[in-house]
């Protein structure tokens, strides 16, 4: 791969891959002689770091998550994968504040990522996460959808936004006190 390849995987800019190259950082780099700078892939690539990812929306469904993981450990033992973390998370798909799905994508060790379900992972914006790990390949097991876990997201969905607009009403209630108490202190 050429050396511009070789900052985007490693999400550094091209100046900072010249720096590394220069410096004897990359290993596996050559120059030719037209002046292009080549690293070979096969020593380049991360070692195989395969982590399983289980989540379940709520607590009553934490039997699941037990079930779920020894699915996704046969599945990856039937692939010749070794499983090297595995990360149980309880939370909606649509929060996306997920301390253990952060620290897996903030790490960067993970090559590989599985999930039995796409909405294991995330509801909305399954490719923006692909395309922006794509040093990491993410694998779903299971390609169908569950549509009672579709339908409680689409309720938690609006439930979360009528929360919202009557949390903002208050709160416009609650400006309004203050400026006239302001008022009448004057």
């Known amino acids: 791969m050429k050396l511009s390849e070789y900052a985007k995987k490693n999400n550094v800019t091209y100046r900072t891959a010249w720096n590394h190259f220069k410096n004897g950082k990359i290993s596996n780099a050559q120059q030719l002689p037209s002046g292009t700078i080549v690293i070979s ?5 991360k070692p195989e ?17 037990d079930s779920q993981v020894e699915r996704l450990q046969n599945f ?3 692939n010749g994968w070794i499983v090297n973390e595995v990360v149980k998370e309880c939370a909606s798909g649509l929060n996306d504040e ?3 799905l952060t620290k897996i994508f903030k790490e960067r060790k993970a090559t590989r990522l599985v999930v039995e379900h796409k909405d294991r992972l995330t509801r909305f914006g399954f490719n923006y996460i692909k395309e922006l790990f794509n040093d990491c390949e993410i694998i779903v097991v299971n390609e169908c959808e569950d549509k009672q876990d579709l339908f409680e997201d689409f309720v938690s969905l609006v439930t979360s936004f009528c929360a919202r607009i009557y949390g903002r009403r208050r709160t416009k209630r609650k400006t309004e006190q203050i400026i006239k108490q302001l008022k009448e202190e004057n």
Do not use: H, Q
């Not at 770091?49 to 998550?65: H, P, Q």
């Open 49 to 65: 770091y395969t982590v399983i990812y289980a989540r379940v929306s709520s607590s009553e469904n934490k039997g699941n998550l």
């Open 98 to 100: 997920r301390p253990k």
């Open 76 to 78: 990856c033992i039937a």
């Open 41 to 45: 892939e096969e020593l380049s690539k």
